[in-house]
């Protein structure tokens, strides 16, 4: 929840190979308090079965830059690992093209940032939500 003098992340993956939420993707959150300044790692967790990471921790006062890191590669072993046991056409590429995402983005206190990133095997996007 942002205040005044904080704001505020949250953040969804939907796989778009298969229109679903993208569960148990690794997420980490760091802030930190200017362009200069380091990276003060904020906590992890995972997605859950609706894709969302709904336990971000609050963001430092003074925070001006946020970045997420999606640990992509081990979902989709694990993606890879299901279809491979359904005996579903395999993967054009044996490795991951993508095995992190990491989103950069400036805040403003008082502002609430929903972050949701589109995932594929071979490409993803971002943008602000609502």
């Known amino acids: ?20 939420p993208a569960e148990g993707v690794p997420v980490s959150l760091s802030a930190r308090s200017g362009p200069g300044a380091q990276w003060a790692p904020l906590g992890g967790s995972a997605t859950d079965a609706d894709g969302r990471y709904k336990d971000l921790p609050a963001l430092p006062e003074g925070t001006t830059h946020v970045r997420l890191d ?6 989709f072993a694990k993606k890879k690992q299901a279809e491979a046991q359904q005996d ?28 949701p990133l589109l995932l594929n095997p071979f490409g993803y996007s971002v943008y602000r939500g609502s």
Not at 7 to 15: F, M, Q
């Open 88 to 115: 579903a056409p395999a993967l054009r590429d044996s490795g991951v093209f993508f095995p992190e995402v990491a989103i950069t983005f400036a805040v403003v206190p008082g502002e609430h940032y929903h972050v």
């Open 70 to 75: 999606f640990e992509t590669e081990t979902y």
């Open 1 to 20: 929840m942002s205040t005044e003098s904080t704001a505020s992340v949250s953040t969804h993956i939907l796989d778009t190979s298969i229109g679903r």
